[in-house]
């Protein structure tokens, strides 16, 4: 059961919406696909004052752009299917802990982890493990016995990723601003949306999260609207048409023809996501190259 709040609405609204059973907030650093960038601190802080963490999913800035526990978060997740894999090769997450959350002072909301398991021999998992007592939950019971683990040539796979990725991540950073900065000067193009923008509406926090880079992944409109964005993304040479994001290679998806294609421009809207926006990855290939392949859709 899930209450949704809008991440840039004043503190003492997001606090009016925690319910009696509230036990975590979570949030995005960057939201997947509208781009928004969370004030990770003030969500820290609204959290603890309800005692419960603040979980932030930190996917597309990674943490070579972004360390949220540095910010009062108190558990990061990957979906690591997207830049630390980087080659499309596996899919796979991973939860990190900081250890950090006093779940024992607000032991009521917590019993999985303040209360005897009796299918562990009745240990409690805060008294046993301490600061360790979540994420030894989560590996002793979610991984070990629902089986959320990764096959070894996929963990393989993963860590070759890794190895990169503090390479990938600031050409993918530098190739969107340009590509951004490209489009904002088009004038066949209604509107761009990336934070690395200084008159994008999340530049400052951008700056004060991730003052080295945001993530490559940019989305945009073109003048035209929906058959435009259709037209232009079946022009398109180089960038390929994929579900996925987050890749090194550029790839491309118009959810309102793709992914969101079952919901009516009006439910589009509702979710946050405009008819008329393309979601641009951008890769780490040459970034003139990624400029031509866009601007010959776009004479097309
Ligand atoms: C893709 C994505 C997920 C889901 O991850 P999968 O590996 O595809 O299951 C979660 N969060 C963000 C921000 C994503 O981009």
């Not at 390479?167 to 004038?187: F, I, T, W």
């Not at 290679?249 to 421009?265: E, G, I, K, M, Y």
Request: proline residues 5%.
């Amino acid at each position: 059961d899930v209450t949704f709040v809008n991440p840039d609405a004043p503190e003492e609204e997001i606090s009016a919406a925690f319910r009696p059973n509230t036990k975590a907030l979570f949030g995005e650093t960057i939201s997947n696909p509208t781009l928004e960038v969370l004030d990770i601190e003030k969500f820290a802080r609204i959290a603890h004052k309800h005692g419960v963490p603040l979980i932030v999913d930190n996917t597309f800035p990674t943490p070579i752009n972004c360390r949220p526990f540095e910010w009062g978060a108190d558990i990061v997740v990957h979906s690591t299917t997207k830049y630390m894999d980087g080659h499309a090769t596996s899919v796979g997450g991973a939860i990190v802990d900081s250890g950090n959350f006093d779940w024992e002072a607000h032991a009521d909301k917590f019993p999985g982890l303040c209360t005897p398991d009796e299918s562990y021999h009745g240990l409690t998992y805060t008294k046993a493990f301490g600061k360790l007592a979540y994420i030894t939950k989560a590996t002793a019971q979610l991984m070990r016995d629902l089986g959320s683990i990764q096959s070894p040539q996929n963990a393989f796979l993963l860590n070759l990723g890794l190895e990169t990725l503090h390479l990938r991540m600031p050409q993918h950073c530098g190739n969107a601003q340009k590509v951004a900065e490209y489009l904002s000067k088009n004038d066949k193009v209604a509107w761009v949306n990336y934070c690395g923008l200084p008159d994008n509406k999340y530049y400052a926090l951008a700056q004060k999260y991730m003052p080295n880079g945001s993530c490559g992944v940019i989305s945009f409109g073109l003048k035209g609207g929906r058959e435009v964005s259709i037209k232009f993304m079946d022009s398109l040479k180089l960038a390929a048409i994929v579900t996925h994001v987050a890749d090194a290679r550029t790839c491309v998806l118009h959810p309102a023809s793709h992914t969101h294609r079952q919901l009516s421009d009006e439910q589009l809207l509702e979710a946050g996501i405009r008819p008329d926006l393309i979601r641009f990855s951008v890769g780490i290939e040459n970034a003139d190259d990624i400029i031509a392949d866009i601007e010959q859709a776009l004479n097309a």
